[in-house]
């Protein structure tokens, strides 16, 4: 084996099982893709970072990266793929800018977790905005059921995160909106995790790094119709129709997130096989960890009611911060990191995104098998 080879074998077997929110874990042949083509875009004579993003290499990547897209989700024509920067937080200020200033209407937000609860107050900046479902009073271990809330005829959009990262909560389907309401999803965390009916929304987006790719480029698929809405005196940025008209190149685009999202859409049709079976490889290994849970309730409580579970993050207390903190030191030890949840929530949050092996989850629940066994 020569040098290189052995100084690649040695830094693929310190890879840990990586449980980290985001950015997040990618997959392996993505990331020996992506090595491989570093130093030298095959072609191009130069680095993907180095080429411009108005050269005919570049060019040619995005729109790859949008028909790879569209072919994955089945988008039809009525949407248009535009790939923005500035994540789920430029996301909170764009659609009611576009969509609910000025409207003289109301928007409607369900707010399930952290995530709806900023979406919603970027929103009242904006205009008229209403919490139709409200999750706090039982700190966010839910989402609602159909009958947990109404929405107006003439609502402006009906708003929601289809995935709570931090609670992990998670919409088994999509809402209900009204004809004529647009529906407007947040799906950072669940985006190419399993089929969608992309025909439903009037607005989905995703930021790309839980399942998609590294920071920096937000996938946001629009109805045509909505396009134009945003009012002509909006900075420059915030509108859509610029983006739309520059073919998501108003301004230099994060190229090197939209190449690896590329390259991600690929790994998912031509090695996983499409959607449905990236949906249901993604239940079997939150299943693992979830029957664990289940298995051992004195010892592990879950913060998600059941039907609420999120597959992407399986969120889980301890009996106490002692066992809490050798929990994720003994963890470690077990080559399973970034096993601790978010501050606002505590305990544990393993995130099984797309690229989480199935190696994985059942490496985790053996552990926390074992660890209940001898702590318990």
Not at 89 to 116: D, H
Request: net charge negative; with cysteine.
């Amino acid at each position: 084996m020569s040098a290189t080879a052995t100084a690649q074998s040695n830094v693929t077997s310190e890879r840990v099982f990586n449980f980290s929110a985001g950015p997040a874990v990618l997959p392996v042949s993505v990331l020996e893709q992506l090595r491989d083509e570093m130093m030298c875009y095959p072609g191009a004579g130069a680095s993907i970072m180095e080429l411009s993003h108005r050269g005919k290499v570049f060019v040619e990547i995005m729109e790859q990266a949008q028909s790879s897209l569209r072919s994955l989700l089945n988008v039809p024509d009525t949407h248009e793929v535009l790939f923005l920067q500035g994540g789920s937080a430029l996301q909170f200020s764009m659609i009611p800018c576009n969509l609910l200033r000025g409207s003289n209407k109301t928007a409607e937000y369900l707010v399930t977790g952290s995530w709806g609860k900023k979406a919603i107050a970027e929103g009242r900046k904006e205009g008229d905005v209403t919490a139709t479902f409200d999750g706090s009073t039982t700190n966010y271990d839910r989402v609602p059921k159909a009958g947990d809330y109404q929405t107006s005829s003439d609502a402006a959009y009906l708003y929601y995160c289809s995935n709570e990262t931090i609670q992990g909560v998670q919409f088994q389907s999509e809402p209900e909106a009204p004809a004529g309401v647009p529906l407007i999803c947040d799906a950072s965390s669940d985006f190419l995790s399993r089929p969608l009916d992309i025909s439903k929304y009037g607005l989905i987006y995703a930021c790309a790094q839980k399942n998609a790719g590294p920071a920096g480029v937000t996938a946001v698929i629009m109805r045509k119709d909505l396009i134009d809405k945003g009012d002509a005196g909006l900075p420059g940025y915030l509108n859509y129709q610029n983006h739309y008209e520059a073919d998501s190149m108003w301004n230099t685009p994060p190229t090197f997130a939209i190449y690896v999202l590329g390259k991600i859409t690929r790994w998912l049709l031509d090695d996983i096989g499409g959607l449905e079976a990236m949906k249901a490889l993604n239940e079997e290994k939150s299943s693992m960890v979830y029957d664990v849970i289940d298995a051992n309730p004195n010892f592990y409580k879950g913060h998600a009611q059941v039907d609420c579970r999120s597959k992407m993050n399986v969120t889980f207390n301890l009996p106490s911060d002692e066992l809490l903190s050798k929990f994720i030191k003994e963890a470690g030890e077990h080559k399973l990191a970034s096993l601790a949840g978010h501050r606002s929530v505590g305990g544990i949050r393993a995130s099984l995104y797309n690229a989480m092996p199935r190696e994985g989850a059942q490496a985790l629940a053996q552990f926390m098998s074992d660890f209940a066994a001898k702590n318990g």
